[in-house]
């Protein structure tokens, strides 16, 4: 069984390039305004301070409004090739609008007072992650059975 997905976003927005200290706890890394109705937020992270031998431990990712974290917090590893991130609890948040964050957590800090600076690049994109067309059959990577029998193994594809 093939399951047709409507993915669609926007095109990536930097929201900052961000050199992290020793002392930085839990770091606002910029602003960023989600498209309407846009339940996901997809976030490229590039390390840009490669260090040998690899120190690099993951940090937590997280987009705040004045309503919290409404789409959640991920664990996110700094790649050179960068990867992407995503945030989303298969609703839209409150407010379309909010702070990009970023902890390095304590293993990080303590390589950046070892000399090693962390310097990472952060952009975002929107949209909404839901199943093709009527009721929503793929959400967050579940499926919906309409015969009660439970998860079902899927193909999705995003063309």
Do not use: H
């Amino acid at each position: 069984m093939t399951l047709k997905a409507d993915l669609r976003f926007t095109n990536w927005s930097v929201v900052g390039t961000r050199t992290f200290a020793p002392d930085d706890l839990n770091e606002v890394v910029g602003s960023f305004v989600m498209d309407q109705d846009a339940d996901t937020l997809w976030t490229r992270i590039t390390l840009l301070s490669p260090a040998t031998p690899w120190p690099w431990s993951y940090g937590i990712l997280g987009f705040k409004t004045t309503s919290g974290y409404e789409l959640g917090s991920v664990k996110a590893y700094p790649e050179v090739e960068s990867e992407v991130f995503r945030l989303g609890v298969g609703r839209p948040p409150s407010e379309r609008s909010g702070l990009l964050t970023f902890e390095p957590r304590s293993f990080n800090l303590a390589w950046i007072r070892n000399g090693y600076p962390l310097t990472l690049k952060f952009e975002c994109a929107s949209g909404v992650t839901g199943g093709g067309s009527g009721d929503p059959v793929v959400v967050n990577s579940f499926v919906r059975s309409t015969d009660g029998s439970g998860l079902q193994l899927v193909q999705v594809d995003f063309s």
